[in-house]
């Protein structure tokens, strides 16, 4: 595999390193094999916060949790996300960071506060309501319907209902 070397913390490489440029603040002096294990390192923590953890092709586009296969789009740093098939929902019904857009070239974005979403619609991650996973709580009642789908397609009883459910 490749080289496992991890950037400098102090944004200044090792005098052994070779050439070294300026990256601009907050990355320092660093050589372009540092340079590239930084990068690296941002789109790991970006991929963990957002969720964009799924397998690249040619690897099946399937849900690690409950093994069916999901939307699968490239992110514009390099991972994937797998989101909810087919399924749209208003962008009303579900917080701004769990929003998600396709851009017209075919890279999902994740709408953050204060950026403009692409449309009136959005897609969500389906780990967040895998038929196979946790029901969710502390999230939008989008996410609770989406979950209650997955778990009736996976014929999976619907569980417990949340006391702040309305009952149907
Ligand atoms: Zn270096
Ligand atoms: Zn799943």
Known sequence: MGDTTAPPTDGVCPADHGSSRDRGMP??????????????????RQAEDEGATAPPPPAAPACPV????????????GRWILL???RLFLNTAVPAEQQWFIAHDGIAVNRRHGTTPLGDRCRIAHRLV????????NLAHAFTEAWLRNRADAGLPPGEPDAGDTPQ
């Open 66 to 77: 409950c093994g069916r296969d999901q939307d699968r789009w490239p992110t514009g740093y």
């Open 27 to 44: 990355i320092g002096h660093l050589c372009d094999p540092c340079y590239a294990a930084y990068i690296d390192e941002a789109d790991n």
């Open 84 to 86: 909810e098939p087919r």
């Open 130 to 137: 895998c038929g196979h996973g946790p029901r969710p709580t």
